[in-house]
């Protein structure tokens, strides 16, 4: 009797330390929301962020973001982000091996491109990957991104000519040891993997492995597949990056079904 009674003390004085650790969590939920907001915006250059809610979760070793509205000071209507869902968390299989680094998750992500957007890009000085996003996950989480994954997410990049819009839907993407925590240096440590819907009616499906440490450059060595594109439909967009898209002798509705495996390349920015 007398044992099973410390039992059930104990256990309530953990409960109760449970409830303790949380009520003082929620406490401090605003004013880490005020300061997290007030360094992602002075990191960043040329873009600003509102952060809707933050919840810290002590237990975890996380946060989660809440609402997140991503707009281009040039252009700020429409946002180019909205993020109603951002975990960032201490990533525990690479702390087992002595490393600290952290997972973050988007869950359904939309992101907003227009002309204009991609025309200040284009014509500024310094490319997306100079204007502080790695310092601003920096504020958000003070490790390391090590894992990323986005659910769902969805990609609209708006054309003003005759073709409409071109857009991504139920984008799938995975990256891990992002910061080559397991592998050896010189190598493509990094799996990826990208899944996607163009068009509503092309299946893109892409999978490799990344060097995101690589210098100059991140390094890429990936095998695509799209099957069911109509060219005709991403053709106006096509022309903003040089390339002159022109269906000929297709199929009955213009679709074509395409793949290429083993592509190698260097990108022309880090990610």
Not at 109 to 133: C, F, I, M, Q, Y
Not at 250 to 267: L, Q
Request: proline share 7%.
């Amino acid at each position: 009797m007398l044992r099973r009674r410390w039992r059930w003390i104990v256990a309530g004085a953990v409960a109760l330390l449970l409830v303790v650790v949380v009520f003082r969590a929620r406490l401090v939920d605003e004013p880490v929301r005020r300061r997290v907001e007030a360094g992602v915006n002075a990191a960043l250059d040329g873009y600003s962020v509102k952060i809707g809610k933050l919840r810290v979760h002590p237990l975890g070793f996380g946060v989660v973001l809440s609402d997140v509205v991503v707009t281009q000071d040039a252009y700020p209507d429409p946002p180019v982000a909205t993020l109603p869902a951002l975990d960032a968390s201490v990533q525990w299989t690479a702390a087992i091996r002595g490393k600290l680094v952290a997972d973050f998750e988007l869950r359904e992500p939309k992101l907003h491109v227009d002309l204009r957007n991609a025309t200040k890009e284009a014509t500024d000085k310094k490319s997306v990957a100079e204007r502080g996003w790695q310092e601003a996950a920096f504020e958000i989480f003070p490790l390391k991104i090590n894992e990323l994954k986005v659910t769902d997410g969805t990609f609209t990049y708006v054309d003003p000519g005759p073709g409409g819009p071109v857009r991504l839907t139920h984008v799938y993407f995975t990256a891990d040891n992002i910061r080559n925590v397991r592998s050896r240096e010189g190598t493509y440590p990094s799996p990826v993997h990208l899944s996607a819907w163009l068009q509503d009616t092309a299946r893109l499906q892409a999978d490799g492995d990344v060097d995101f440490l690589a210098i100059p450059h991140t390094a890429v060595k990936a095998d695509f597949q799209m099957v069911d594109l109509d060219m005709r439909t991403v053709a106006p967009a096509a022309r903003h990056a040089g390339a002159d898209i022109r269906v000929a002798g297709s199929p009955p509705g213009g679709r074509s079904s395409t793949r290429r495996s083993g592509t190698s390349w260097r990108s022309p920015r880090c990610v």
